[in-house]
């Protein structure tokens, strides 16, 4: 059921029918508008007017019932399934991300050798770092100590998985993008109960990897809550760890990396002397350029909010203070003898008055796109 904006819920209440108990204030409010607002925001409850009609009351318990049951997995160590609330991520954010589980029987000649692969796997992208989410523990020879070795290592375990997922079975590849589709838009739309477990697809035989590969990446954007593998592919699983990361992040908070100096080619005292802002996809770019240029250097990244470089311009997220700021904190003076800094090309307006802030050092102009850095370096008289 959709969401009444605050004008459509003002619409139920005495005041927008001059009935008898208009604006009476018994909610805490002074007005019914005012009521209405909170409540479409949720920041009041319904049951504090006295005069709400039935009929809002009904709309509201639709709309407080959660879309899809969440689940945790795991004894000690938890891993949370389903509560997603919406169907397309940049409507709000999606919520649980995608868990990935290997299944392992403890019964099998390689198990040992399986299971340490699992648990010491861990990737890291973009200041995260990544686990398997579960181990699904099959066989005879499954102890509390084993579960216990495993949840130690951040990773969660089940012996079997629990009757409030839903499998969509891996038939062809469009039936189950068509099920996994279906059943998370009517859990979504509806809010009914039967639409409402976490479902998971289970890779239960071993195929051509760059199917399995595509295969379980459509599935994790569309719509599985868990993805189950018999095989341990620690390629397949890196490429959709990454892929996770950019899906399950809030599309309003952009990635960032830690505001601080970082060091490329272990720069010396020729070393060269860049500055940007925080957002994680300017910091990538421009740390490519850097470690492919046969030169050491020195990157100081200033606290921007993840924005980049034009739009915490136009933000000041970066002005000539957080840049100056930022300078003299990274201690750069005494390192290198050229006492230059060259900042983005399109901080240029900011020169005049960043120099002013840091006499100390020659504020340049650097290139306004990142790849144009390398040509750019060559040029350079120092
Ligand atoms: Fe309006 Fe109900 Fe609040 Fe009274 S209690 S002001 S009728 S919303």
């Known amino acids: 059921m959709a969401e009444l904006s605050g004008l459509q819920v ?35 409850e319904i049951d504090l007017c006295p005069y709400a009609p039935e009929e809002l009351k ?40 995608t868990a990935l589980c290997i299944a392992i029987n403890t019964d099998c000649s390689d198990f040992e050798n399986k299971l340490e692969q699992v648990l010491n796997f861990e990737i890291t992208r973009i200041n995260e770092t990544f ?12 102890t ?7 949840e130690a290592c951040g990773i969660s375990t089940i012996t079997e998985i629990p009757q409030e997922m839903k499998e969509v079975k891996e038939e062809t590849f469009a039936q189950t993008v068509e099920t996994l589709t279906l059943t998370r838009r009517t859990a979504i739309e509806t809010k009914a109960e039967e639409f409402s477990n976490p479902t998971y697809v289970y890779f239960k035989h071993q195929e051509n990897l760059y199917d399995l590969c595509a295969k379980a990446s459509y599935y994790l954007c569309k719509y599985a809550n868990m993805i189950i593998f018999e095989d ?39 070393a060269i002397i860049f500055l ?59 390192k290198v003898k050229v006492k230059k ?11 005049d008055e960043l120099q002013a802030a840091i006499p100390n050092f020659e504020i340049c102009i650097g290139t306004t796109e990142a790849y144009l850095m390398s040509d750019f370096v060559k040029q350079l008289d120092f």
């Not at 686990?131 to 499954?142: A, E, H, Q, R």
């Open 144 to 150: 509390p100590k084993l579960i216990e070795k495993i």
């Open 341 to 351: 800094i060259f900042i983005p090309g399109l901080l240029a307006d900011m020169k």
């Open 10 to 44: 003002f619409k139920y209440l005495p005041a927008s029918k001059k009935a008898e108990n208009s604006n009476c204030k018994k909610c805490g409010c002074p007005t019914c508008m005012a009521f209405a607002l909170k409540l479409a925001k949720t920041q009041v």
């Open 232 to 270: 341990f592919c620690k390629e397949i699983l890196c490429s959709l760890l990454t892929l996770r990361q950019n899906i399950f992040t809030d599309p309003q908070k952009p990635l960032q990396i830690e505001p601080k100096v970082y060091e490329f080619n272990n720069p010396d005292e020729n």
């Open 131 to 142: 686990k398997i989410d579960v181990i699904y523990l099959k066989g005879s020879k499954i």
């Open 58 to 97: 009904e709309i509201f318990s639709q709309n407080i019932k959660k879309a899809q049951k969440e689940i945790l997995l795991g004894s000690t160590h938890k891993t949370k399934v389903g509560g997603e609330e919406v169907l397309f991520r940049h409507d709000k954010t999606f919520l649980t991300p």
């Open 276 to 334: 940007t802002t925080n957002f994680a996809l300017t910091y990538f770019a421009v740390a490519n350029e850097l470690e492919a240029i046969d030169r050491g250097s020195y990157l100081i990244v200033t606290p921007s909010e993840g924005m980049s470089v034009l739009t915490a311009w136009s933000a000041e997220k970066i002005t000539a203070k957080i840049a100056a700021k930022a300078v003299e904190d990274s201690g750069l003076y005494n």
